[in-house]
């Protein structure tokens, strides 16, 4: 399973890359996308709505079953990956490069985990 | 503690993703995803590991009498070598199961229940059996391997003769030799494709299954899991116990009326389903107009009353998009009828469309 270094993780299987010191991308990881398997349905949120750390942003479908999207840190949405609503098969294809959405303003980030500290997570969960 | 079907190790070795299912360790899907699997069925060719469903058989001068009053299908007319879907009632005109009658003689036949309903289905049929008949049930002893879309009669050919190969649909041929095994192969299915099934000995299973998917790799054969199973017969319309019927559904309620034979003198649940009268609430098929995707269970409204709910439901990969099968109240149930499916909290616009989704050309 593919989790790059420079990338930060939740417990939740979201990954975070830092834009600057208050924005930053949120995807879905590799162990993610595998575990889910092929997508089909991508809900996200419009630009402007607020997200809350630890709580549903959005969800995504897979054949088989919904999972919720969760936000890693609160913030605000400043754009959202529009091209996944229509093609969600490219979280499968490109987990790092399909971010879902662009949060600014965020807090809360501190306790966001490293790729080796997420690694054990997705060991645990094996 | 789950039971292993004879090809269990099979599917580890092939990367299968297993689950629990019906009391068997079964693979979901393999590391080609559902999406690959099901669309390999429709273009090309598919292979399902089915063994966990259950076979009975009846036998002796009142087997056909038998299935007659135990099932809500007519089986007087059937030729040697057919195959004839039912429902099972119970006396209230629910189904017990949904099942498929093989008949090698008007003195033999074979039936092929749902692996879920097995032993239920088996203390059901021995409560009602009467007369100068013998009944076995040999799930143990039988392996199953379904073959499915088409390519599968070009990649069944590359190793049996004419003479093991039906020619007709829902026919079957008793004894067969596929890659010198001895074994029953049916054209049927449960995926909307052309296709075959093909019965075996446990033993012999993981041979036949090596030995199709080898001879069928040019011809685009991969190996197949349950998700794949679900999503193409749901996009083919057929129903699934537990889903699109159960023991409060009748057959008729579940749009089988093709197989309920009303004027059969008697049969268990015909009195219960004269007596209900007209249909109150029917299955219909939902194409999902809005966005996101209908699973099971959701309720179905128009303008704010609920009118029914689904019982199936996901995206279909081959239509390329999002269908639910619903059981909605009267007159709901017209094509062109504009629902709404609450899918956690969402309203979702769907239509009444016909069924099936997809019909093969």
Redesign the interface.
């Known amino acids: 399973m593919n989790h790059p270094q420079e990338l930060k993780y939740t417990r939740s299987h979201e990954w975070v890359k830092m834009v600057d010191d208050t924005t930053a991308l949120v995807g879905l990881t590799d162990y993610a996308q595998h575990s889910l398997?092929?997508l089909?349905?991508v809900?996200l949120p419009m630009v402007g709505d607020p997200v809350t750390k630890e709580e549903a942003f959005g969800?995504v479908?897979?054949?088989?079953a919904?999972s919720d999207v969760f936000s890693p840190f609160d913030g605000e949405v400043s754009k959202v990956n529009e091209e996944l609503?229509d093609e969600p098969?490219k979280i499968?294809a490109d987990p790092y490069g399909a971010w879902l959405i662009e949060v600014s303003n965020i807090s809360g980030q501190e306790e966001l985990l490293s790729a080796e500290d997420y690694e054990k997570v997705c060991q645990e969960e094996e | 503690m789950e039971l292993k079907t004879p090809l269990y190790d099979c599917h580890v070795a092939l990367g299968g993703k297993i689950v629990p299912f019906a009391g068997y360790l079964m693979p979901?899907?393999y590391p080609t995803?559902?999406?690959?699997e099901h669309m390999a069925v429709r273009k090309q060719a598919g292979l399902f590991d089915v063994s966990h469903m259950g076979e009975v058989m009846y036998e002796g001068p009142d087997a056909l009498n038998n299935l007659n009053e135990l099932l809500t299908n007519d089986f007087t007319n059937m030729v040697d070598g057919q195959v004839r879907y039912s429902p099972m009632c119970n006396d209230e005109g629910g189904v017990v199961d949904d099942l498929i009658v093989y008949r090698y003689n008007q003195n033999k036949y074979m039936v092929v229940v749902n692996a879920a309903n097995r032993h239920k289905d088996v203390e059901w049929m021995k409560a009602h059996l009467f007369g100068d008949v013998q009944f076995a049930d040999i799930s143990d002893e039988v392996a199953q391997i379904a073959l499915q879309g088409p390519n599968s009669k070009e990649i069944l050919a590359r190793l049996a003769d004419a003479s093991s190969m039906p020619e007709k649909y829902y026919h079957f041929i008793p004894e067969c030799t596929v890659g010198g095994i001895a074994c029953v192969v049916s054209q049927t299915g449960y995926t909307g494709e052309f296709g075959y099934e093909i019965y075996m000995k446990n033993e012999d299973a993981p041979k036949m299954w090596d030995l199709l998917l080898q001879t069928g790799k040019d011809l685009g054969l991969i190996p197949c899991g349950l998700?794949a199973r679900?999503?193409l017969r749901l996009e083919a319309a057929m129903p699934l116990y537990g889903h699109e019927m159960d023991d409060t559904v009748t057959p008729l309620e579940a749009g089988l009326n093709f197989a309920v034979k009303m004027k059969k003198e008697s049969f268990i649940g015909k009195a219960a389903m004269e007596a209900k009268g007209e249909l109150t609430r029917k299955r219909v098929g939902l194409k999902v107009v809005g966005?996101?995707?209908v699973?099971e269970h959701e309720r179905v409204l128009v303008d704010g009353q609920e009118v029914g709910h689904t019982t199936s439901g996901?995206?279909c990969?081959y239509l390329g998009g999002?269908y639910a099968m619903a059981m909605l109240k009267m007159p709901y149930t017209e094509v062109g009828t504009k629902v709404q499916a609450e899918v956690?909290g969402r309203l979702i616009d769907c239509e009444v469309v016909a069924l099936p989704f997809y019909k093969r050309a």
Request: aromatic share 4%; no cysteine; hydrophobic share 35%.
């Open positions: 398997g092929d089909v349905f809900n969800d479908e897979s054949v088989k919904v609503l098969g499968n | 979901v899907q995803g559902v999406i690959a998700g679900d999503t966005r996101g995707i699973r996901t995206h990969p999002a956690r």
